[in-house]
Nanobody
Framework: QVQLVESGGGLVQAGGSLRLSCAASGRTFVGYAMGWFRQPPGKAREFVSALTWSGSNTYYADSVKGRFTISRDNAKNTVYLQMNSLKPEDTAVYYC???????????????WGQGTQVTVSS
């Protein structure tokens, strides 16, 4: 059974940083993208960032470019999201996704974590 477990969310002041982690178990995702999506209060889930299996290609939503960095450790089957210069509009539940055939497309992912709350206060 595949499981994705996120950690690292929390409450932070604007301008602060958080690092999210997502540990996958049950299978490896050779050749597939892993990524992060988020769902702000009252809004639809949206793409944040993703990267390919090799890590050679990374993708970011315009709203987080230059502030967030995605990385993965394939030996640990884990993907990370370093979030710097956080803004109140980054407040959302952040979801890890794996098995992506198209990195930035939500419906192209087969597996999802349960989400971790990130709250940025002004």
């Amino acid at each position: 059974q595949v499981q994705l477990v996120e950690s690292g969310g929390g409450l932070v002041q604007a301008g602060g940083s958080l690092r999210l982690s997502c540990a996958a178990s049950g299978r490896t995702f050779v050749g597939y993208a892993m990524g992060w999506f988020r769902q702000p209060p009252g809004k639809a889930r949206e793409f944040v960032s993703a990267l390919t299996w090799s890590g050679s290609n990374t993708y970011y939503a315009d709203s987080v470019k230059g502030r967030f960095t995605i990385s993965r450790d394939n030996a640990k089957n884990t993907v990370y999201l370093q979030m710097n210069s956080l803004k109140p509009e980054d407040t959302a539940v952040y979801y890890c996704a794996a098995g992506g055939r198209t990195a930035w497309v939500r419906n192209e992912y087969d597996y999802w974590g349960q989400g971790t709350q990130v709250t940025v206060s002004s």
